[in-house]
């Protein structure tokens, strides 16, 4: 059974920095060529899809509103993502989820359709 795990969420002052995890299991990143994506959705607001990472190369994508201050990693070992948030502002208030989906990052991107498994959030406070 697929399963993530997203953590490290909290309350923070505009301009201070964050660094989500997401664990995953009931997969390897290392088998496959996984597209690990990081959303939120902010109160009233439609799910925005972040970026996304390539399991077996690292390779990122971003939307420009986070392009600059938000940076993806994997740790493989630990079938492991993390979003590392700098530069908060309180408008990046939200519940952060990360997903996961078979098909390519660089393909996908921040499309929340094609991502098939989902974790249960992590909630990010910017005060201002």
């Known amino acids: 059974e697929v399963q993530l795990q997203a953590s490290g969420g909290g309350l923070v002052q505009a301009g201070g920095s964050l660094r989500l995890s997401c664990a995953a299991s009931g997969f390897t990143f290392d088998d496959y060529d996984y597209a690990i994506g990081w959303f939120r959705q902010a109160p009233g607001k439609e799910r925005e899809g972040l970026s996304c990472?390539?399991?077996?190369?690292?390779?990122?994508y971003y939307v420009d509103s986070v392009k600059g201050r938000f940076t993806m990693s994997s740790d493989n070992a630990k079938n492991t993502v993390y979003l590392q948030m700098n530069s908060l502002k309180p408008e990046d208030t939200a519940v952060y989820y990360c997903?996961?989906?078979?098909?390519?990052?660089?393909?996908?991107?921040?499309?929340?359709?094609?991502?098939?498994?989902w974790g249960q959030g992590t909630k990010v406070t910017v005060s201002s």
């Open positions: 990472i390539s399991s077996s190369d690292g390779k990122t």
């Open positions: 997903a996961a989906s078979d098909r390519l990052c660089t393909i996908i991107r921040d499309l929340s359709y094609f991502y098939d498994y």
